[in-house]
């Protein structure tokens, strides 16, 4: 059974900063692609940004500069630093990564989410 999950939510307010972290545990053979995606209210869930084995890294336009992403391949995790919030960043943040399992499958993973809101 693999698992993701996700810490370091919270209320922070504009232009402060919050750490996501995220780690996998389970029966894995490997992880390819990890990532962060996010769901405001009323909206649908957005790629936030996404990080390959490699490090090779990708982000959404509206945390370009803001954002930064990095994983750890031997500790299975992922983090995404946030600085500079915005109101507008406030959503539920998803970790995800592509897993292959002891299937030797590879497939789509996501946490149960985490909190961030912006506000003063």
């Known amino acids: 059974q693999v698992q993701l999950v996700e810490s370091g939510g919270g209320l922070v307010q504009p232009g402060g900063s919050l750490r996501l972290s995220c780690a996998a545990s389970g029966r894995i053979y490997s992880i390819g692609r990890m990532g962060w995606y996010r769901r405001a209210p009323g909206k649908q869930r957005e790629l936030v940004a996404t990080i390959s084995r490699d490090e090779d890294t990708n982000f959404a336009d509206s945390v370009k500069g803001r954002f930064t992403i990095s994983r750890d391949n031997a500790k299975n995790t992922v983090n995404l630093q946030t600085n500079s919030l915005k109101p507008e960043d406030t959503a539920v943040y998803y970790c995800?990564?592509?897993?292959?399992?002891?299937?030797?499958?590879?497939?789509?993973?996501w946490g149960q989410g985490t909190q961030v809101t912006v506000s003063s």
């Open positions: 995800n990564a592509y897993i292959l399992g002891s299937d030797y499958v590879y497939r789509d993973y």
